[in-house]
């Protein structure tokens, strides 16, 4: 996450996060609309290869303001049965708002 972003600093401020520096922070998720369609093969390499940068540096939320970009790696998590869960940054600021 970067540090200088508005949402890094609004889940710095959330009760019981502990945010993680991945290796590969900006890299694409590999979903990005139609590329997905027409580079299925591809989309599902980078895919994996987010969830893996995420494994390796012990994250258990994967978190995003893109829906499409959750969605996706959210289906590359369910069909491998990876026990890491995705939730949109909204959904984890309001849960920790009540």
Same mark, same amino acid.
């Given at each position: ?5 508005? &949402? ?5 401020? !959330? ?7 991945? +290796?590969?922070? +900006?890299?694409?998720?590999?979903? $990005?609309?139609?590329?997905? *369609? ?5 989309? *599902?390499?980078?895919?994996? +290869? @987010?969830?893996?940068? #995420?494994?390796?540096?012990? !994250?258990? &939320? &994967?978190?995003?303001? +893109?829906?499409?970009?959750?969605? #996706?790696?959210? $289906? &590359?998590? @369910?069909? #491998?049965?990876?026990?890491?869960? *995705? ?9 920790? !708002?009540?």
């Amino acid at each position: 996450i970067d540090s200088y972003s508005k &949402i890094h600093r609004l889940l710095e401020k !959330a009760e019981g996060i502990e945010l993680i520096e991945l +290796d590969r922070k +900006d890299e694409c998720c590999g979903f $990005g609309g139609t590329f997905s *369609v027409f580079e299925p093969d591809v989309s *599902v390499k980078m895919g994996k +290869d @987010r969830i893996g940068d #995420h494994e390796c540096n012990g !994250a258990e &939320i &994967i978190t995003a303001t +893109d829906m499409s970009c959750l969605m #996706h790696l959210e $289906g &590359i998590l @369910r069909r #491998h049965k990876k026990p890491i869960q *995705v939730r949109h940054i909204a959904e984890i600021l309001n849960t920790n !708002a009540l």
